[in-house]
């Protein structure tokens, strides 16, 4: 599916919420999608970046998106529900959710991670995309072919020295994916999971930074198989962990 060739209309019609909206992959994804006739939510933390890319969204005209500022590390509960009610009123339905959002934390020995860093990455990759997930599923259920994609990693596979706590963030997102998927066969809600590969944002700079970003594949060159998971050509799809970028 790497190779997918969306046609122009794909997500016409579709409502698609995007976390980590403003910067690297999210930022590429939410474009890619609009640039499909979707209309994106786009939710991020740096109001100024997700300006930049509802600024982007627009100049190509694509339909108007709109902003969710929020901070998944202080998000409650009840922010997420609230949000939820919000697409609701404004929207009816929810057709797509990509779980972008994450931090990668420091890279250390497992004895040495630091605690209140082991919670802040937990925070924010794992327990925001619970609740949120949660707080959507009514008005995702009020679409027709709804998808959930979760992100993750090759080291939420196969566990990497150094790499604890977000390879044990991305582990549970495959775990969180796969109940998701299990609950949920045969009704109008599917739940998969897409690792990148190494891809050139500034996350993968701050992991590698003695590598040639040149090197690498950019977030607009794996968008195929994101445009196939938030279309319906992958409707019967559920339950699936993708490589952009299979080895
Ligand atoms: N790049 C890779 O090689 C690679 C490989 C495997 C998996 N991934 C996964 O792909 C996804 C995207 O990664 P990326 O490389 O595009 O990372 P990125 O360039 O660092 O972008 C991450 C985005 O998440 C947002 N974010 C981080 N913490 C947040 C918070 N507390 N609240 C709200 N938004 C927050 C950031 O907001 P700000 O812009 O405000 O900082 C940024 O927009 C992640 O799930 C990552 O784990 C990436």
Known sequence: MNNYQAPQDLLAGKVILITGAGDG????????????????????????????????????????????PLDLKGATPEHYKGMAD??????????????NASVLGH?????????????????????????????????LEKSPSASVVFTTSSVGRKGRSFWGTYAVSKFATEGMMEVLADEYKNKSVRFNCINPGATRTSMRASAFPAENPETLKTPSDIMPLYLYLMGDESAEVNGASMDCQPK
């Not at 300006?51 to 969710?68: L, N, R, W």
């Not at 004895?111 to 802040?120: A, F, G, L, R, S």
């Open 86 to 99: 919000t697409i609701a009123d404004q929207y009816g339905k929810l057709d797509g959710v990509l779980h």
């Open 107 to 139: 890279l250390s020995v497992f004895k040495d991670i630091p605690v209140d860093e082991w919670q802040e990455v937990m925070q924010i990759n794992v327990n925001a995309a619970m609740y949120m997930t949660q707080a959507l599923l009514p008005v």
């Open 25 to 68: 992959i999210g930022a590429e994804a939410s474009r890619t999608f609009a640039a499909h006739g979707a209309e994106c939510i786009l939710l991020g933390r740096t109001v100024s970046k997700l300006e930049k890319v509802y600024d982007d969204i627009m100049a190509a005209g694509g339909k108007e998106p709109s902003i969710v």
